[in-house]
């Protein structure tokens, strides 16, 4: 079992950035493929990026591709998400997750956080 907490979220300006942060414990952390999803209001929930145990990220969402950076740091148990240049269109609700995994064209994962909110004003 994994637990996961996510923190960062908040309210930013049009422009602005924010950093995520979550907190893994439980299971080995090092060996995890880490990542991150979104929930906009009204939306299915999205894939923005991964991150596997190397330190590698995967691909990030077209959305979000020279705008967010993940990385991680396994001695700690935490990955990140730096979001610079954010638009009021990021505005959702993030998730981190463990075990990400691609299945056909769609991720997924084993393991969720329970969401931290990020609000961008126009």
């Known amino acids: 079992q994994v637990q996961l907490v996510e923190s960062g979220g908040g309210l930013a300006q049009a422009g602005g950035s924010l950093r995520l942060s979550c907190a893994a414990s439980?299971?080995?952390?090092?060996?995890?493929?880490m990542g991150w999803f979104r929930q906009a209001p009204g939306k299915e929930r999205e894939f923005v990026v991964a991150?596997?145990?190397?330190?590698?990220?995967?691909n990030y969402a077209d959305s979000v591709k020279g705008r967010f950076t993940i990385s991680r740091t396994n001695a700690k148990n935490t990955v990140y998400l730096q979001m610079n240049s954010l638009k009021p269109e990021d505005t959702a609700v993030y998730y981190c997750?463990?075990?990400?995994?691609?299945?056909?064209?769609?991720?997924?994962?084993?393991?969720w956080g329970q969401g931290t909110q990020v609000t961008v004003s126009s």
């Open positions: 439980g299971r080995t952390f090092s060996w995890t493929t």
């Open positions: 997750a463990a075990g990400v995994k691609r299945v056909g064209v769609q991720y997924t994962s084993d393991y």
């Open positions: 991150i596997d145990w190397t330190g590698s990220p995967t």
